[in-house]
Nanobody, 121 residues
């Protein structure tokens, strides 16, 4: 089993910044991808940003130029630096990871419990 623990959410004013962290632990042989999704009330969960083990990144159009995903592979940790936050960024942010627990091509997907980000004056 793999556990994902997020931290760094909170309340911030429009235009402000927050940094989310997600640390993976447990039965990890290698990590395929790690990333962030978000879900606002009444809306579907959506991709925010992902990063492959090779460093390839993907962002939702709505956050490009404002959010940056990065990782510390030695710590199995992924970060999301969120700048120029807008009220529409308010959501529950979930960490996601695709992990191999054995040296095979098979991998499994895991989710963290999420952290609330609220952008409001």
């Amino acid at each position: 089993q793999v556990q994902l623990v997020e931290s760094g959410g909170g309340l911030v004013q429009p235009g402000g910044s927050l940094r989310l962290s997600c640390a993976a632990s447990g039965s990890i042989f290698s990590i395929v991808t790690m990333g962030w999704y978000r879900q606002a009330p009444g809306k579907q969960r959506e991709l925010v940003a992902t990063m492959t083990s090779g460093g390839t990144t993907d962002y939702a159009d709505s956050v490009k130029g404002r959010f940056t995903i990065s990782s510390d592979n030695a710590k199995n940790t992924v970060y999301l630096q969120m700048n120029s936050l807008k009220p529409e960024d308010t959501a529950f942010y979930y960490c996601n990871a695709a992990v191999r627990s054995t040296p095979s091509i098979k991998w499994s997907t895991y989710w963290g419990q999420g952290t609330q980000v609220t952008v409001s004056s």
